[in-house]
C-alpha cells in the first residue's frame, strides 16, 4: 500500500513540475516577441528604457571605435539634449560589429541610448537573386552589435537599386523580399530583446508601389521603428518641398505616422548644408524649422545626420532649440494633393 501512494505521489509530483515548466515557457515565449509600439507601453525591454522621444545623432564608425573621439561626441551631445546614437557598426565585408563593447558601454552609462547602423546593401540591391552569403554576413554583424550591447538594431539600404536590377524581379517580389529580411532579422536577434529599425527613403510615405521594394504598410508589420529619410535636398521633384525644410519634414513624418499602426516614426533630418540656400533660410534656422516639425508631426523623434559627423553648428542648434523652443513660429500648412507622388 505505501509503495502505491508513494508512485501515485510521485507521478503527481512530476505533473505539477511539467505544467509549471510549460506554463513558465509560454508566458517567456509571449513576452520575449512582444513588438515596441505607439499603442502600448512598451519603451521598457527587460529592464532598460527607450527614450520616449529619440534626439539623435549619427556617428562613423571611425567615431564609434575611438573612445577618446566617442568620449568627445558623448559630452558634446549630452551637454545640446541629445539622448541617441546610431553608430556604424561595420567596416567593409568583415562580420563582426568594430565597435568594442566598452564603449557601447560607455554610451548605455553616460545615459545615450546606442543603436548600430548595419548597411545591407551598398547603394541598394542590383543583383537577383541575392547572394546568400550577403545575408548571413549581415545578420552575423547585427547579433555581434547585440552581443556587444546595442539596444537597437537600424538596417541602412535595406532597398533594392534606383536604377535597373541585373535580374528580373517583380515588384511583389521586391516587397516580400526586403520585408522577409527584415522578419527574418527580427526573428534572429529576438533573444537579445532589442529593436529593430528600417530606414526608408524620405519619398516613401509620399507615394505607393515604389521600385526600390519599400512601403510603410509592410515594413510596420515587421519592423519596430522605421527611419524616413526626410533630407530637404533630396526632394528634387519638387522646388517646394527642396526650398522648406519644415514643411518637407512634417509632410514626410506626419504621412508616415499615419501609414504605420504599430511602428514608432524617427525621422532622419538635414544637418549638412546641401541646397540650403534654396529655403533662404540660415544653417540654423534651416536645422530648427527641422526639429520643430518633427515636433508638430507628433512622431517619436529624429536623428541628425552629417556623413562628416561635424556637428558643431547642429548641436549648437538643438542646445539653442531647447533653451527656447519658441523662436519658430508654428506654421500650420495644408497637405495639398500634388505634394504626395
Known sequence: MKKTFFVVGLAMMLILITTFFLLERSIFSQSAKLPASRTADTHSITGYT?????????LTVASGRDASKLRQFIEAAKASGINTLVIDAQIGARDTC????ENVAMCLERGMHPIARVVVFTDGLKHWPVNPSIIANRLKVAEDACRKGFKEIQFDYIRFTDYSVRGK??????????????????????QYNVRIAADIFGRIPLNSNDPIGQRVEGLDKVVDVICPMAYPSHYTW???????????????????????????????????????GMSGLGFEKYIEAQIKAVHDAKVRGYILWNARNDYRVPLATVRGYYSDPGRISKIE?????????
Open 50 to 58: 527607450y527614450p520616449d522621444f529619440y534626439r539623435g545623432i549619427y
Open 333 to 341: 500648412r495644408h497637405v495639398e494633393d500634388d505634394d504626395t507622388l
Open 98 to 101: 568594430q565597435v568594442p563593447a
Open 238 to 276: 519638387s522646388k517646394k518641398l527642396m526650398a522648406d525644410p519644415y514643411y518637407t519634414v512634417f509632410l514626410t513624418s506626419k504621412k508616415a505616422r499615419e501609414r504605420a499602426k504599430k511602428a514608432d516614426i524617427v525621422t532622419y533630418i538635414q544637418a549638412f548644408q546641401m541646397k540650403v
Open 169 to 190: 524581379v517583380s515588384l511583389g517580389e521586391r516587397y516580400a523580399f526586403i520585408e522577409g529580411f527584415l522578419a527574418r532579422a527580427r526573428e534572429h536577434l529576438k
